[in-house]
C-alpha cells in the first residue's frame, strides 16, 4: 500500500452529491492500492456548495424560515462551519426548485437569501459565503438588499459567483427565459435591472455595470455588491475554503469529476479548475471521472489551463491565455454500460469501478 491521492469531485447532477462521489472514487483508489486518500467534494458557487463545504470543514445545518422566490414560506438550510464562516446558499431561499407551479419572473423575488443573510448575522456569525447558483429570480438583488435593511452592517460578505461573465443588465437576456421569461418580460426585465443599476450607483456609488460576475443570479450578486460584498469566482471561493491547495501539495494523484465533463466545464466550473490547479502544483498524475464526456471536454481536458497566483499569493481561477499540454485520464461511465441510464441507477459503483482504474495506472500497475 502507497501513495497518498486526493479526491475532489463536484456532484454528478440527479445521481450523486459531490460527498457520495468524493467517497466512491476514495473508495476506488484505496481498492487500487493508496495507503493515502484525501476525500474533499468541492462545489463553483452553485447548488451543493453549502453541502460541499459542510462535508469538507465540518460544521453545524441550521434551517431558518423565510419567504420563497414567490413569496410563500420556505424551510431554508443554512450552515456554520467549524471555524465560524457561516454558508448560505439561494437556491433554498430562491432557487427555481422552489417554484412548483406556473413559474413567474416577474413576481420572484431574493427576498429569502437575504433573510438567510440576517439571520445567520443574528447568530452571531461575522463572515458568510453566498453561493448565488440556481436562481429563481431576475430582481437585480433589490429584495434581499431590502431585507437587509441596504446595510451589511459590518458583515464580511462573500459571494461565490458561478458565472462570472454576464454584466448585470445581461442576466435577464442570458437566463431570464430558463426561468420562464417570455421575450416581452425579458425585455422588460433588463429595463428593470438598467434602473436598478442606476438607483444602487445613485445610493451606494457603486456601478454594478462593471463589475465581474455582478449578473450572477439574476443580478443578485450585483445587489450585494452594491451594500458591500465581495464577488469571487465561486470554485476559487470553495477551493480556498477546503483547503484544496494545501491537499495537492505532496500528492501522487488527484481525482476530480462531474456529471458532464464538456467545454463548459472549463470555464470556471470545478474539474477543469482542479485539474489546472493539480498540473500548476506538480502533480504527476490526474484523473476526471464523468457520467457523460462530450468530444470537446475530452480534448480541453488534454490541454487544461493554468491557474495563476494572485496578487495576494493565493491560487485564482485559470487563466484562458495560459494553456499547457497536460496527460489527464478521461473516464466516462456510460463507457462501462449498455444503456445510458445505468449511469445514473449504478453512478456510486461505476465511480468507485474507475477510480479503481484511474488507481491503477498512476501506480503502474496496468
Known amino acids: 500500500m502507497i501513495g497518498r491521492a486526493v479526491a475532489c469531485p463536484d456532484k454528478f447532477r440527479s445521481s450523486l452529491t459531490a460527498a457520495e462521489a468524493a467517497a466512491a472514487i476514495a ?8 495507503s493515502e486518500v484525501v476525500e474533499l467534494p468541492l462545489a463553483d458557487g452553485g447548488e451543493g456548495t453549502l ?3 459542510v462535508a469538507a470543514k465540518g460544521g453545524s445545518r441550521r434551517t431558518t424560515r423565510v419567504a420563497g422566490p414567490l413569496g410563500d414560506p420556505v424551510d431554508a438550510e443554512w450552515a456554520v462551519l467549524a471555524d465560524g464562516t457561516g454558508v448560505v ?10 417554484v412548483t407551479g406556473r413559474p413567474d419572473p416577474l413576481k420572484a423575488s431574493t427576498r429569502g437569501t437575504g433573510e438567510l443573510i440576517a439571520a445567520a448575522a443574528r447568530a452571531g456569525v461575522r463572515r458568510i459565503v453566498v453561493g448565488v447558483g440556481g436562481s429563481a429570480t431576475t430582481d437585480g438583488g433589490l429584495a434581499a438588499v431590502e431585507a437587509l435593511g441596504w446595510s451589511l452592517a459590518g458583515l464580511d460578505v462573500v459571494v461565490a459567483c458561478d458565472d462570472v461573465g454576464t454584466a448585470f443588465t445581461a442576466s435577464a437576456e442570458v437566463y431570464g427565459p430558463q426561468k420562464g421569461a417570455s421575450a416581452a418580460q425579458v ?35 450585483g445587489g450585494l455588491a452594491a451594500i458591500g460584498a465581495r464577488l469571487e469566482p465561486g470554485f476559487d471561493v470553495v477551493a480556498h475554503a477546503a483547503g484544496l491547495e494545501f491537499e495537492l501539495e505532496g500528492a501522487e494523484l488527484v481525482v476530480t469529476g462531474e456529471g458532464k465533463l464538456d467545454a463548459t466545464s472549463f470555464a470556471g466550473k470545478v474539474a477543469g479548475s482542479v485539474l489546472a490547479w493539480a498540473n500548476d502544483l506538480g502533480v504527476p498524475h490526474r484523473a476526471v471521472i464523468a ?6 471536454g475530452r ?16 491560487r485564482s481561477r485559470p487563466s484562458e491565455e495560459a494553456s499547457v499540454l497536460g496527460d489527464v485520464l478521461v473516464l466516462a461511465l456510460t463507457d462501462r454500460v449498455w444503456q445510458a441510464g445505468e449511469a445514473f441507477s449504478r453512478a456510486a459503483t461505476l465511480v468507485e469501478e474507475s477510480a479503481i482504474e484511474a488507481g491503477r495506472r498512476a501506480l503502474g500497475l496496468d
Open 27 to 34: 473508495r476506488g483508489l484505496r481498492t487500487a492500492g493508496f
Open 51 to 53: 453541502d460541499a463545504l
Open 89 to 98: 446558499e439561494m437556491a433554498r431561499a430562491s432557487g427555481r426548485a422552489l
Open 187 to 221: 425585455a422588460l426585465l433588463t429595463r428593470r435591472l438598467e434602473q436598478l443599476a442606476a438607483l444602487y450607483r445613485d445610493r451606494t456609488g457603486v456601478d454594478v455595470t462593471t463589475l465581474e460576475g455582478a449578473g450572477a443570479a439574476g443580478g443578485l450578486a
Open 291 to 296: 457520467g457523460q464526456v462530450t468530444e470537446e
Open 299 to 314: 480534448q480541453e481536458a488534454q490541454a487544461s489551463t493554468s491557474a495563476q497566483d494572485g496578487a495576494d499569493g493565493r
